[in-house]
Structures are given as C-alpha cells and as structure tokens.
C-alpha cells in the first residue's frame, strides 16, 4: 500500500528566510510524487510533480522539490519566502501503475510566514 | 478556461438525512474523482469515474455513492449522514484520469452534520 509522511506539522519561518518542507513515500514501484499547496477556503493548487527523469524537479512559485529513492524522500524547498507563502502543503503519491487512479496524500504542513 | 465548479459550497444538514453534491470539471475532462478532507484522517480518496464509469473507490462504507453523467458532470450521495461526514469535499478533475495527468481541484463543499 501507499503512504506518505509530512513529519512536520507545523513550520513557521521568517520572511525572506529559505524554506524546506520534508516529505516521505511508501511504494512498491516507482512513484508519481506531487506537492500541493492549499490557502484558507481554497482547493488544492499543484506546485509541482516528479514522474521521471531529472530528480530535481521546478515548480510554480519559486518552489523546487528532489526526488531521493534512497531515501524515500520529496522535499520541497524554497530559497525565499514570501508572506503569501503561508498556506498548508500536501504531499501525495500516486501509483504509475495503469490501474491506479487515486492520490494518496500526507496529512499536510502548515505554514507561518512571520513579517 | 473555466476551472472546477463544486455547488453547493456550504451545506449544513442533520444526522439521518442524505445529501447530494454535485462537480462540474473542467471543460474537455472526462475524469472526476473525490476525495474527504477531515482534520483528523487528512486527504481520503472516495472515488474515480471516467466516462460514466466507477474505476477505483476508497475505503468508505457503502453510504458514499457516486456517479458520473455523459457530461462527465459528477454527483456524489452520502446518505443517512452521521456526525463524522462533516468535511471539506473536494472534486478533481483531468483529462483522461490516472495519476500522470494533472488533476485539477474545485474549491470544495464544507458539509457540516448536525
């Protein structure tokens, strides 16, 4: 079965201050890794993605994520934040197999951003 | 392009009723999955249909229920609604559905069960 793990709860980071979000999967092959981000009352926005190739991965908003298999990892980073950065962040993975239809997701990362 | 559409976006019902809430996805997608998002259990996947038909559902009991109109328009139906459905319901859209194509999330239902 799936799963990731956002093992960080709660961030607040400075503005102007760089920004990294830890992110571990579970999966039996190769994944599809996702970062998602969500303001207050909004859906999910999709930062970026990571299906194959090049293990450092660019996204919208200044955000980058890398793709670790030895470690199981998909950070996200960022080298400055903005206050309109704070939102919560999802991590998901999703199966590259062709029945696998579902996104399965972290519980989230809240972030602060103090002026 | 328009994006994802959810109606209604609050709804505030009563233990025992049921409830119906409705997805309209982007233009030209034929994919529309749902998922619950509680603060307790996260993102949980409910279910995919892709061109009318139910391909992957989650782990939910049988009073979640789905379907999926020739528009691609989507409704989910929870019925005899207990406390622990109060959620945020999120639909998403893609081209052709699988986790390779970009899905793309309405804004949401706030379901509160009274």
């Known amino acids: 079965a799936q799963s990731v793990t956002q093992p960080d709860i709660h961030i607040t980071v400075s503005e102007g201050a760089s920004l990294e979000l830890r992110c571990n999967y579970s999966?039996?092959?190769?994944?599809?890794l996702f970062w998602y981000v969500q303001s207050p009352g909004q859906g999910l926005q999709l930062l970026l993605k990571y299906f194959s190739g090049d293990t450092l991965v660019q996204g919208i908003k200044g955000f980058e994520a890398e793709f670790k298999r030895s470690q199981s990892s998909f950070n996200l980073r960022k080298p400055s934040v903005h206050w309109s950065d704070a939102a919560e962040y999802f991590c998901a993975v999703g199966g590259s197999g062709g029945s696998n239809y579902k996104l399965t997701f972290g519980k989230g990362t809240l972030l602060t951003v103090n002026p | 392009k328009a994006g994802v559409t959810q109606t209604p976006r609050y709804l505030i019902k009563t233990r025992g009723q049921q409830v119906t809430l409705s997805c309209s996805p982007i233009?030209?997608?034929?994919?529309v999955s749902w998922y619950q998002q509680t603060p307790g259990q996260g993102l949980q996947f409910l279910f995919e249909y892709f061109s009318e038909t139910q391909r992957n559902k989650g782990n939910f009991p049988g009073r979640f229920s789905g379907r999926q109109f020739s528009n691609s328009r989507s409704e989910m139906n929870v019925s005899t609604l207990e406390l622990g459905d109060s959620a945020l319901y999120l639909c998403a859209s893609s081209l052709y559905g699988g986790t390779k194509y970009e899905q793309y999330f309405g804004p949401g239902t706030r379901l509160t069960v009274t």
């Open positions: 999966y039996g092959a190769t994944p599809y």
């Open positions: 233009s030209g997608h034929r994919s």
